[in-house]
């Protein structure tokens, strides 16, 4: 590889990082407040602040979550270019484009708010967190173009910081509000005769009302950032000799198609959760069981079981989204072997990752959460050793549409996904009415569609890339090394809460043990190179502490 395919490589995995580590910190710091909010809103109103922030996603996506990618990609090719002048006039347009789209989506939302909680999602008193969610959907989508502007510049610390700070006040304010509109919730029930569901749908409320804020915090941060940055970027578009810039109405045209593959294949990718709960509480109510019931058990699929995978998928997610730029550029400028490269380099990362990840998971299912729910129920534990393998399915297939949106293959997630849809949702009507599984039927139709995302769209990255993924190291290597810690982690475990019969303890103490051992018997099976070592962040650090431990040749 010459040195600037290395340069090159190290700087994606590098930038990839720095948004995988910020994803990473917010979701465990999303985790961390969903304890209390747990707490105060019980497995009830999970289940409305759940169904919730599915509706509010799925005009997010269709209204913003196709922006940062969008823009990142013609700001990543303009700059490759030398076209600084264009950038600014796509920042301009993507902003205008951004302002309506969310204004729009803030319009639907709060119009169609009653019938969609009612009809569709059979879940009524959500429209509580549902209101409170409208006026997000516009800052979002004005947030979305600022952090694509900076990832399509090549750096991710805006995009990164933003994350952390959203979510601290997210983390805050969800938890204050919770509590205090509880008790207003209380006593309207009382009034009504429904006590509990009311505190339960006003606690809902008061977490949505901390997205609100931390997504205005971000906005805050990211502006002020952009408004220092473009005072020094506007005196180098002075020196720019090149003054040929795009029209507005050609800027739009770029930005609306492409936007549009990216939007289609995101909202059936993501939608399918929606659509999963709509025909689960549905066929359930067919099935006989009550509101309640279907209720609680959608609260602890959205509000544990659906946390706790969502934090390793978040770091595929952050890979995905850094991908892109590097990708687009060294696919436009004919570099298919560095394409390749990045290719590679991603995905065993990501597998390295998310292998350890969904064995602990199963493994310390019923540990974790005892430990961070305190919830030691048979129902939550099945449910997460069961669903374990979306994490891994999840992790992959996410990154697997970053690529093929790197190498300008924008209708292949489209198409992949509509076939996933159509095939989990006959499996999950299939397992819910031939076999009765109830919630049971949702997590393993969830997994299956990401299964069936991974396996179409390997095919289409080697279809059009003609980039086949090495399987020893990327998959078999990480796959034992997982299955021999998740051995380890059992049998410490187990040991440690025998001994010390503190069930904290011994899961905190297994996590870190299993760490340890999963990554000396990754190094011992040769799954990384010093080479690929060397190109994470404190590579050096970390090649020179596993020679000493002679890990590594």
């Not at 994350?163 to 309207?188: C, D, F, P, R």
């Not at 209708?411 to 009415?433: D, F, G, R, S, T």
């Not at 078999?476 to 997982?482: E, S, T």
């Amino acid at each position: 590889m010459g040195k600037q395919n290395r340069k090159n490589s190290t700087s994606f995995l590098v930038q990839g990082s720095i948004l995988a580590v910020a994803s990473i910190v917010s979701r465990i710091i999303g985790l961390i407040y969903r304890i209390p909010l747990t707490h105060i809103i019980g497995d009830t109103g999970n289940n409305y602040y759940g169904s919730a922030f599915k509706i509010y996603n799925i005009l997010l996506i269709i209204s913003s979550y196709s922006l940062p990618l969008a823009v990142s990609k013609l700001v990543s090719a303009n700059i490759s270019q030398g076209r600084r002048k264009n950038v600014y006039r796509i920042l301009k347009c993507a902003l205008i484009f951004g302002a309506i789209s969310g204004t729009m989506a803030s319009l639907v939302l709060y119009f169609g708010a009653e019938f969609i909680t009612t009809t569709l999602m059979k879940t009524p008193l959500s429209i509580f967190a549902v209101q409170v969610l409208v006026p997000v959907l516009l800052i979002v989508a004005i947030l979305g173009v600022m952090r694509g502007f900076f990832q399509g510049l090549g750096t991710m610390m805006p995009s990164a910081v933003s994350q952390i700070l959203e979510q601290i006040a997210n983390a805050i304010v969800s938890v204050w509000a919770a509590y205090v509109l509880v008790s207003y919730g209380a006593k309207a029930g009382a009034l009504l005769g429904n006590k509990e569901n009311y505190a339960a749908a006003y606690g809902a409320a008061g977490g949505t009302l901390g997205t609100g804020i931390g997504a205005l915090v971000a906005l805050l941060f990211c502006t002020f950032v952009l408004v220092v940055y473009l005072g020094a970027f506007k005196k180098r578009l002075k020196k720019e000799r090149r003054s040929s810039v795009d029209s507005y109405a050609s800027i739009f045209h770029l930005l609306i198609i492409t936007i549009i593959p990216v939007l289609l294949s995101s909202t059936i990718y993501n939608c399918n959760s929606l659509i999963d709960e709509a025909v689960y509480k549905h066929l359930a109510a067919f099935q006989g069981y009550t509101e309640s019931q279907y209720g609680d058990w959608n609260g602890i699929y959205s509000g544990k079981y659906t946390v706790l995978i969502n934090v390793p998928i978040s770091i595929a997610s952050a890979l995905a989204a850094s991908s892109v730029p590097a990708l687009t550029a060294a696919y436009g400028a004919g570099k298919r072997q560095e394409a390749k490269r990045q290719m590679g380099t991603a995905t065993r990362f990501i597998m390295v990752i998310a292998f350890p990840c969904t064995v602990g998971m199963g493994v310390l299912a019923s540990p974790i959460l005892q430990l961070l729910f305190g919830d030691s129920s048979e129902l939550s534990a099945r449910m997460l050793q069961v669903g374990a393998a979306a994490i891994l399915f999840f992790s992959l297939s996410t990154l697997s549409n970053g690529l093929l949106q790197g190498i300008n293959r924008m209708k292949e997630p489209i198409k992949n996904a509509v076939i996933a849809l159509v095939l989990h949702l006959i499996l999950l009507v299939a397992l819910m009415l031939l076999l009765d599984l109830n919630i049971y039927a949702v997590v393993i139709a969830n997994a299956a569609f990401g299964l069936i995302m991974c396996i179409l769209n390997a095919k289409s990255i080697r279809k059009y890339s003609g980039y086949r993924q090495e399987v020893k190291r990327t998959f078999l290597v990480p796959a034992i090394a997982a299955a021999g810690m998740g051995i380890v982690v059992w049998l410490v475990y187990q040991a440690l809460l025998y001994i010390l019969r503190i069930n904290a303890v011994a899961t905190i103490l297994s996590i870190f043990i299993g760490a340890a051992v999963y990554a000396v018997l990754l190094l011992l099976l040769r799954g990384l190179t010093k080479q690929e070592i060397l190109r994470l962040p404190k590579g050096q650090l970390l090649a020179k502490l596993a020679q000493r431990l002679h890990l590594l040749k």
